[in-house]
């Protein structure tokens, strides 16, 4: 019976990792690169699903076979790292939470018209919710599968009636002609950075699903998860593609909306309210908790509050976003300050891969480690090129 119970944990985990991906960012990232680099963004994609894999099959199974959360496999490592990633990961998922807060602003905004704002302070009133009412959870759990669901046949949907330039699309994701370090960094940044790399491997920690023994299903697990956010952001890219191949414009106040609205009309722009909103929500509850795990274990009150800690973080990022406004400004920058968090986690990880008092007898694939050093040095070279990018040079 235990590899059927492994196996459901597993999905669960996946599913984690997935929706956390599926953010209302992920629906604009998507959006906007596809409108500045066409079919050609296809590379970028095929790159990242790449970077991605390896990512988290490397953190998945050093989490695994350590069998303790990420922040205390980096204290080992360098006594203090773990805070200083943690601090990291707490940073970008407050920014990741702003941004999710501007996403479920975005959905309601879309479908009763009230502004972007009042939308983002209702939104987080129901995630706050959420925690009060503990019952709740299991409800969201079921809403965010579901969601998770009609995101995809959604997107679907209007992939097919876009009528994108499909055969373009498979030779410009080997052949690119325009190319950009910043699109890399937000999609991978946006997939597998930050606090979303750990959002999977946590949660089989917390279900006991650890050790050498369960590898197999592990990386089963890892690539689902990565399959999963990868379908969603294929269908999107191919929809937008055939929208913007027909000559539409997207709008930049909310261009993953405009995807929608042009190629099936208001229903098409109406649905797209619902599934940024529910992609809002349900990234608002997961970033809020899983940012929030990683400082847990630096002091025993952190640990009896974090309920309070918890709707603290979802009110001030509520705050933020009303303060700074611009939801697609924030949505395309958290993914690339998590880009810049993903090769210092990961490198971290590596180095824990190889020390015995950490993970025992466990010897990492050699292949694993070199493609995992490869992503850490690939990552580091683009957060400096975005950096000098950003700073006008």
């Excluded at 597993?10 to 690169?33: E, H, K």
């Excluded at 009042?118 to 009060?132: D, E, K, L, R, T």
């Excluded at 191949?245 to 930049?252: F, R």
């Excluded at 993903?342 to 010897?363: D, E, N, Q």
Aim: glycine share 12%.
């Amino acid at each position: 019976m235990k590899t059927k119970f492994n196996w459901s944990v597993l999905i669960g985990a996946a599913f984690l990792m997935a929706s956390s991906a599926i953010g209302p960012g992920f629906l604009t990232q998507t959006a906007v690169f596809t409108a500045q680099l066409g079919a050609s963004f296809s590379f970028i994609i095929l790159l990242s699903i790449i970077l991605d894999a390896i990512a988290q099959l490397n953190i998945w199974r050093i989490i695994a076979v350590a069998d303790k959360p990420a922040q205390d496999i980096a204290n080992q490592v360098f006594p203090g790292l773990g805070y200083f990633i943690s601090f990291l990961v707490f940073l970008g998922g407050l920014a990741f939470n702003i941004g999710n807060i501007a996403g479920a602003g975005l959905g309601l905004n879309v479908l009763f018209g009230v502004s972007v704002g009042q939308g983002a302070v209702m939104s987080a009133i129901v995630a706050i919710g959420i925690f009060v009412y503990r019952e709740a959870g299991k409800a969201m759990d079921v809403f965010a599968k579901c969601m998770g669901m009609l995101k995809i046949l959604l997107a679907l949907y209007i992939a097919y009636i876009s009528n994108p330039p499909l055969a373009e699309a498979v030779v410009r994701s080997v052949n690119p002609t325009k190319f950009s370090f910043t699109a890399v960094l937000t999609i991978v940044g946006g997939t597998v950075g930050g606090y979303i790399t750990f959002a999977g491997a946590h949660r089989l920690l917390d279900a006991r699903q650890t050790g050498q023994e369960n590898l197999p299903a592990i990386n089963r697990g890892a690539l689902s998860a990565i399959g999963l956010a990868s379908i969603m952001r294929i269908l999107l890219f191919v929809a937008a593609l055939g929208v913007i191949s027909a000559g539409g414009k997207l709008d930049p106040a909310n261009p993953a909306a405009s995807v929608f609205r042009l190629a099936s009309g208001e229903l098409g722009y109406k649905l797209f309210g619902v599934v940024i909103w529910a992609a809002g929500i349900s990234s608002v509850v997961g970033s809020a908790y899983t940012s929030v795990s990683f400082i847990k274990s630096f002091h025993p009150l952190i640990l009896k509050l974090n309920r309070e800690i918890i709707i603290g973080f979802i009110i001030v990022a509520c705050i933020i976003f009303l303060t700074i406004g611009k939801p697609v400004k924030i949505l395309l920058t958290v993914g690339a300050v998590n880009g810049f968090i993903l090769p210092i986690a990961l490198g971290v990880m590596l180095i824990a891969a190889y020390r015995t008092r950490i993970v025992g007898m466990y010897k990492q694939p050699l292949w694993l480690t070199v493609l995992g050093l490869m992503v850490v040095g690939t990552m580091t070279w683009m957060s400096a090129g975005t950096i000098l990018q950003m700073m006008g040079h």
